[in-house]
């Protein structure tokens, strides 16, 4: 995710964000601030309370959403908050901890055949959308079909059930195929409460899957393609009142969600009103957070650096904070089929060269900026395996191996001089000083490199383009990523395999298509032991710095300020940042 998780997760950025847990317990009451302190909220509750449709909670981030609309968009950010007036079929449990898979339009987890090719699930009963109508099977069915076959018109979201279901039909998508009776072979609904699922080959893990948004249902009728984001159709506590882009959407507690149709009580409207303006200042939105004019800074990016040191340093401010592991990989990926990059010299020059140790201190230290990273799998992933292929005296680089690697390239590629661009987000502060980082520390290579910044919702037409990178001669591109969800195959198959590539909306940047990686992902997909399986994932992260697909840089922590008004505050591990969902105000 991406995440993004997302977030990128975009999100995506999508970017599903994963977050170590660690820190104190939860604390009680309705909003007893006392009970506060520095990292309660990564395993416990600040503020637990129960009260429903108080006040306005307010949200801030310094990027507009990608999408508003669940089917069209890859930042775990904008799925975090799409959990406030959507419904999927499976969710995460709504507590701090360790990810816990829990049905929510579903009745359970699913059946599944003992093939493995077969899942079956039944939705709940009373389920309504906030105009009082049912949700359907054929609605949820509806919501896969056009954000995984539509992608021609909703392009930025993942695409899993499109790899994962079989499609004898050939179906061409709900809006090339107009006609209503038409879908792929892989998705049955024998009845308004039914929903079936066929895959062309076992997947142990198709539960998680189903938490992504992809699964919202949209009724048919309701759809407006391009422009569903304007107005979506709420299923969940909330209903979504209005969305101007760059601007703000507004969301209030829906008085037709049946709370019976949600027994595990996911969906609580703790506030009577949500406001989350976008494309605020980064500087703006730390400093309405310390004077208490937000709430949440939406993007879960934590703090700048100026604010981060002037949070630390005041007891009570670190009491209002939390510094998660967030799951999210920071990373430079190298673009595998643009010249002389498509030489791996050219590539084992770039990893040499990086001094990740300067890019830790760009984005912000250890603190509230990261780790450095030298794979592509977080700790906090299945699948990790500590390593480090190209070593380096705290991390700086190695510049003699470098400038060996590029003689090497330039020989071969007979040439003398190598341009190229990098591209990064410049409602991200943090990427601006890493892309400087980079920029210094390939031309002491003699990589000459141009600076090339974009707004995150231009992704899909910048850097999620193959034909603005090759025209531009983009071959390097900072960015971060999380697992769509937590598994080793959620962070690496898109990517580091052919199902990220795309003409548009891509993320697989470094455009790896590599035998040996697709061969190992195969394996690890039929692979029911889970140590087996996480020993597969920890080799396909060897082969992709192998190939020198991408350089990891920083495995991101983020300090996060919960202001003490803030009710239900906890990092929800799937995202790696507060679950929206259960927040409110005192």
């Known amino acids: 995710m991406r995440k993004p998780r997302i977030a990128a997760y975009a999100a995506a950025a999508a970017l599903a964000f994963g977050a170590a847990a660690c820190g104190g317990g939860s604390s009680g009451g309705t909003g007893a601030h006392s009970s506060a302190a520095y990292d309660v909220g990564l395993a416990g509750t600040v503020n637990k309370s129960s009260a429903t449709g108080h006040g306005t909670l307010r949200l801030e981030q310094s990027s507009d959403l990608q999408s508003t609309d669940p089917g069209n968009s890859y930042f775990g950010a904008d799925w975090d908050v799409m959990r406030l007036y959507t419904r999927s079929l499976v969710t995460f449990a709504e507590a701090p901890g360790p990810v816990k898979l829990v049905p929510d339009l579903a009745t359970d987890l699913g059946t599944m055949s003992a093939d493995g090719l077969t899942w079956t699930f039944h939705l709940v009963k009373g389920a309504t959308y906030t105009d009082g109508s049912p949700i359907t099977a054929q609605d949820v069915a509806y919501g896969i079909e056009r954000s995984n076959w539509g992608q021609e018109v909703l392009p930025n979201g993942p695409t899993y059930f499109k790899q994962l279901l079989t499609d004898t039909t050939n179906y061409q998508g709900p809006y090339k195929d107009k006609n209503p009776a038409d879908h792929p072979s892989g998705i049955d609904t024998p009845d308004s409460d039914t929903i079936v699922f066929h895959l062309v080959k076992p997947f142990a893990d198709f539960d998680d899957v189903l938490t992504l ?194 003689a090497t390239c330039k020989a071969a590629e007979h040439v003398t001089d190598i341009t190229t661009q990098v591209g990064y987000y410049i409602d991200q502060p943090k990427d601006k000083p890493v892309a400087d980082v980079v920029q210094q520390n390939l031309a002491a290579i ?141």
């Open 446 to 586: 003699g990589i000459t490199v141009t600076e090339d910044g974009f707004k995150y919702s231009q992704l899909s037409i910048k850097a999620g383009s193959q034909s603005y990178v090759k025209q531009n001669n983009e071959a390097l591109f900072i960015t971060a990523w999380a697992a769509d969800f937590p598994s080793g195959y959620g962070f690496l198959d898109q990517i580091l395999t052919p199902d990220g590539i795309k003409a548009t909306g891509e993320s697989n940047y470094s455009e790896l298509d590599d035998p040996a990686v697709d061969s190992l992902m195969a394996t690890a997909l039929k692979t029911t032991d889970p140590d087996a399986r996480n020993a597969l994932y920890a080799q396909i992260d060897q082969q992709a710095l192998k190939d020198a697909a991408l350089v990891p840089m920083i495995d991101s922590r983020a300090l996060m300020l919960r202001p003490p008004n803030l009710t239900n505050a906890y990092i929800e591990q799937a995202y790696g940042m507060y679950d929206y969902q259960a927040l409110g105000v005192q």
């Open 213 to 406: 948004p992809s699964t919202v249902p949209v009724p048919r009728a309701k759809d407006t393609g391009a422009t569903y984001y304007e107005h979506v159709l709420s299923s969940g506590a909330y209903r979504f009142d209005s969305y101007a882009v760059g601007k703000e959407l507004d969301l209030s507690a829906s008085p037709a969600f049946n709370a019976a149709s949600d027994p595990l009580h996911l969906h609580v409207a703790h506030a009577a009103r949500i406001v989350d303006k976008v494309d605020v200042s980064a500087q703006t939105v730390d400093q309405d957070l310390l004077h208490g004019t937000t709430d949440v800074d939406q993007s879960g990016a934590g703090v700048q650096t100026a604010t981060q040191s002037q949070v630390l340093g005041n007891p009570r401010l670190k009491a209002e904070a939390d510094d998660p592991i967030t799951g999210l990989l920071t990373y430079l990926t190298i673009n595998t089929t643009i010249k002389p990059f498509d030489d791996i010299d050219c590539r084992k020059a770039v990893e040499w060269a990086i001094d990740k140790s300067a890019v830790q201190t760009a984005f912000g230290g250890g603190i509230g900026g990261g780790d450095i990273a030298t794979t592509v799998l977080p700790p906090t992933v299945p699948g990790y395996v500590q390593q480090d292929l190209y070593q380096s005296p705290g991390h700086t680089g190695d510049l003699a191996k470098a400038r060996a690697e590029i």
